[in-house]
């Protein structure tokens, strides 16, 4: 719990483009499981039912990449804006 705890104080350090780039990661990967599962629950009604499977076989794909690709940006950007604050900080 205390592993959980840490985390969530660390994110909260996190600059706005970082906080926002994993919100958006998050929102689309869920979007993506939204449209997988409506998908799937509608397959039976739509006219080639293989066409739906495979979108809802896409979205279960892309929505861990969605994720990561957020996590990934996030974390990038942080440290990117990081290391160019640090920079300034010296060169004064």
Do not use: Q, W
């Amino acid at each position: 719990m205390s592993y959980i705890k840490k985390l969530i104080t660390r994110l909260r350090g996190l600059n706005p483009l970082a906080k926002t780039a994993l919100r958006l990661g998050a929102g689309l990967m869920l979007i993506f499981y939204i449209v997988g599962f409506a998908s799937l629950i509608g397959a039976r009604y739509v006219d080639n039912y293989f066409h739906a499977m495979s979108l809802y076989r896409g979205c279960l794909e892309a929505a861990p990449a969605s994720l990561l690709a957020g996590v990934g940006g996030g974390l990038l950007g942080d440290l990117m804006l990081r290391g160019s604050g640090n920079k300034k900080e010296k060169d004064e």
